[in-house]
């Protein structure tokens, strides 16, 4: 079983992966407002679908695909992981990275489904300026004794505010990765990184959590 730490880490890509699952207009809501209503839509969608618990990855893979850019700039949160040989990437090459990475993610959080059940997140009061382009939303992941920490960096964009960052336990995600996509790149050029993390996607072997995120990266 996953410990609490590893549920956490799942959240952060089940944020990311399931994050629209309603219908409503997101260009007028808060940052802290739209977090706190993504969460409970998560909550509520993993209580209700039997697949989901279980860790399917067709059906977290299609809802990623239906529902994820609506609410995050993934595009952004590769080009800031790849760093600066983002731009010596063709277009082509740019939209596979995004393509692994959003898979590599995807697999590394699903195996923790069944553990949200008794979770709860709450969203801590917002510290922005209405003229912010850029924010913080900070939240904790409540369940046993001790809140954990689980916080966002989003952007607003004429669509609305979308998520670029995902921080668990004091850890952006995008740092997390970023010293191993270079040091592949350093290596073995941009298609070799691709070719990298094609390879752990088909291997299944991106690991449980972002715990081992680190690990796998310098894999």
Known sequence: MLNRRGFVAWWAGASLALAALTGHAQSQEAPDALIQRLSDDVLQTIKQDKAVQAGSLPRI?????????????????????????????????????QEEFK???????????????????????????????????????????????????????????????????????????RSSFAQEIGQHGIDGLIARLAERNRSGAAGNGATNASANGRS
């Open 61 to 97: 893979m299609e809802l990623v695909d239906a529902k994820i850019m609506p609410h995050v700039n993934f595009r952004r949160m590769t080009a800031l992981t790849v760093g600066r040989y983002w731009r010596q990437a063709t277009p082509e090459q740019q939209q596979r990275l």
């Open 103 to 177: 898979q590599l993610l995807i697999r590394s959080y699903a195996g923790a489904v069944n553990q949200v059940r008794d979770y709860q997140v709450v969203v801590k009061p917002l510290r922005a300026n209405p003229e912010d382009k850029e924010v913080i939303v900070r939240t904790e992941v409540r369940a046993g004794k001790e809140p954990v920490q689980l916080d966002y960096r989003l952007e607003k964009t004429p669509n609305g505010w979308k998520i670029y960052d995902v921080n668990v336990l004091g850890i952006w995600l995008v740092e997390n990765y």
